[in-house]
């Protein structure tokens, strides 16, 4: 799988003119990151499925679900009825493979999700079994915290293990991405960079996102 791709997580947008920001921002967007929360995997609480079945409606962009909730098994058909491109379960909840079958039965593809405390090992038996690993550079729950610097050993230890046996799993990173850390993340091994407030938090998210890429991929001069 290719990587460097740019997936604006719409956490920090405005909801109230949710339409209007992922318009501007679907030029410099590979795909959308939704995060879902429930209160309880997560003190915050967010959106789901009636907000994912509106952008699906809005936009053709790849809708890349973070569920950080207690009970996925009892949503991902809802999640799928409303249009979600993939679901990103946490490995912190246990044995995974019941969920990855009913999305696999639903068409939907498959990401798993560590917290920056869960080591590598905890996701490695499932990498022949999902589309993604999502690597949490900060604590799941909201927008604007710091990047985790040491999550990049993770990130390292997950290249490794992927391109060892060529398989086809993208590395996604979540979590205090600016410019500065999107370089570092790339560095390690990074395919997909989720961004929220670096993006949605910017005078001008097109150009945010734009300096993200470039801070990360840089073209040739
Ligand atoms: C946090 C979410 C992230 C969040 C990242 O639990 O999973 O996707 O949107 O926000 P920033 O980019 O502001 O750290
Ligand atoms: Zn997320």
Request: proline share 7%; aromatic share 4%.
């Given at each position: 799988?290719?990587?460097?791709?740019?997936?604006?997580?719409?956490?920090?947008?405005?909801?109230?003119?949710?339409?209007?920001?992922?318009?501007?921002?679907?030029?410099?967007?590979?795909?959308?990151?939704?995060?879902?929360?429930?209160?309880?995997?997560?003190?915050?609480?967010?959106?789901?499925?009636?907000?994912?079945?509106?952008?699906?409606?809005?936009?053709?962009?790849?809708?890349?679900?973070?569920?950080?909730?207690?009970?996925?098994?009892?949503?991902?058909?809802?999640?799928a009825?409303?249009?979600?491109?993939?679901?990103?379960?946490?490995?912190?909840?246990?044995?995974?493979?019941?969920?990855?079958?009913?999305?696999?039965?639903?068409?939907?593809?498959?990401?798993l999700?560590?917290?920056?405390?869960?080591?590598?090992?905890?996701?490695?038996?499932?990498?022949?079994?999902?589309?993604?690993?999502?690597?949490?550079?900060?604590?799941?729950g909201?927008g604007?915290?710091?990047?985790?610097?040491?999550?990049?050993?993770?990130?390292?230890?997950?290249?490794?293990?992927?391109?060892?046996?060529?398989?086809?799993?993208?590395i996604?990173?979540?979590?205090?991405?600016?410019?500065?850390?999107?370089?570092?993340?790339?560095?390690?091994?990074?395919?997909?960079?989720?961004?929220?407030?670096?993006?949605?938090?910017?005078?001008?998210?097109?150009?945010?996102?734009?300096?993200?890429?470039?801070?990360?991929?840089?073209?040739?001069?």
């Amino acid at each position: 799988m290719t990587g460097q791709k740019l997936a604006p997580s719409i956490l920090s947008a405005d909801f109230a003119r949710l339409g209007d920001e992922v318009t501007t921002i679907t030029p410099e967007a590979d795909l959308l990151h939704v995060d879902v929360m429930d209160g309880h995997f997560v003190p915050n609480l967010t959106i789901g499925p009636p907000v994912v079945a509106s952008l699906r409606r809005h936009t053709d962009l790849f809708l890349d679900c973070h569920l950080m909730i207690d009970n996925p098994g009892d949503l991902l058909a809802d999640f799928a009825d409303a249009g979600a491109d993939r679901c990103i379960v946490h490995v912190e909840l246990g044995d995974p493979r019941p969920l990855f079958d009913d999305l696999r039965a639903r068409d939907v593809q498959v990401g798993l999700a560590v917290s920056p405390e869960t080591p590598f090992d905890a996701a490695a038996p499932y990498l022949r079994d999902i589309d993604l690993l999502l690597i949490m550079s900060v604590h799941p729950g909201w927008g604007g915290q710091a990047f985790i610097t040491e999550v990049l050993d993770k990130v390292r230890a997950a290249r490794q293990a992927i391109d060892a046996d060529q398989l086809p799993v993208e590395i996604e990173i979540d979590g205090g991405v600016h410019t500065a850390t999107a370089s570092l993340a790339a560095s390690a091994g990074v395919d997909i960079l989720v961004a929220g407030s670096a993006i949605f938090g910017a005078p001008d998210p097109l150009a945010a996102a734009r300096a993200l890429r470039e801070a990360a991929w840089p073209t040739a001069a």
